[in-house]
T-cell receptor, first 116, second 118 residues
Framework: AQSVAQPEDQVNVAEGNPLTVKCTYSVSGNPYLFWYVQYPNRGLQFLLK??????LVKGSYGFEAEFNKSQTSFHLKKPSALVRDSALYFCAVRDEPPGNTGKLIFGQGTTLQVKP | GAVVSQHPSWVICKSGTSVKIECRSLDFQATTMFWYRQFPKQSLMLMAT?????????EQGVEKDKFLINHASLTLSTLTVTSAHPEDSSFYICSAPIPPSGTFYEQYFGPGTRLTVT
């Protein structure tokens, strides 16, 4: 069965410093990986996805993620954090190939706190 | 771009009553929608897959008689929490895959509905 793990409940970083939010996955076939962000009392906003191709994926708001097949990881990164990046971040994996409207399986979520 | 809306955004109801939450796809048709439940500072747990014109598919452990799902049109799915109890208080989020460009379906999420049962 597909699964996603986010080992950190919370990540704290100072504004202007680089940030990393970790995600590892387990799939039986090809991985289709996603990052979403959630602000308080709001739905999820899509940040980026990896389907195939370049291992470094660039997304919204200056975020990027690196797909590492050997380490089965898909860590979210940003070179310079902003206070407004403070939010709850979810890594997710699809359980079906792209041709279907497959459901997403979410990690536990990581709270990012960026301090001024 | 594609948008998914939910109504209401928050609702308070008394124990024993039923509450209906709507999920609408705007500017696109959604034959499938997903309903999630989220507890404070926790992950999203998939409750069910809503299929237009047919019965919903519920995840293991979700009571289908308590969480009634109706997908009556290509743009509307509803979740009704029947005989609500305080433990049903949660944040309910729906999502819909938009028609693919190529073969891949992106999922768009609604803003969520905060249900409080007193």
């Amino acid at each position: 069965a597909q699964s996603v793990a986010q080992p950190e409940d919370q990540v704290n970083v100072a504004e202007g410093n680089p940030l990393t939010v970790k995600c590892t996955y387990s799939v039986s076939g090809n991985p289709y990986l996603f990052w979403y962000v959630q602000y308080p009392n709001r739905g999820l906003q899509f940040l980026l996805k990896y389907i195939t191709g370049d291992n470094l994926v660039k997304g919204s708001y200056g975020f990027e993620a690196e797909f590492n097949k050997s380490q089965t990881s898909f860590h979210l990164k940003k070179p310079s954090a902003l206070v407004r990046d403070s939010a709850l971040y979810f890594c997710a994996v699809r359980d079906e190939p792209p041709g279907n409207t497959g459901k997403l399986i979410f990690g536990q979520g990581t709270t990012l706190q960026v301090k001024p | 771009g594609a948008v998914v809306s939910q109504h209401p955004s928050w609702v308070i109801c008394k124990s024993g009553t039923s509450v209906k939450i709507e999920c609408r796809s705007l500017d696109f048709q959604a034959t499938t929608m997903f309903w999630y439940r989220q507890f404070p500072k926790q992950s999203l747990m998939l409750m069910a897959t809503s299929n237009e014109g047919s019965k919903a598919t519920y995840e293991q452990g979700v009571e289908k008689d308590k969480f009634l799902i109706n997908h009556a049109s290509l743009t509307l799915s509803t979740l009704t929490v029947t005989s609500a109890h305080p433990e049903d208080s949660s944040f309910y989020i729906c999502s819909a895959p938009i028609p693919p460009s190529g073969t891949f379906y992106e999922q768009y999420f609604g803003p969520g509905t905060r249900l409080t049962v007193t």
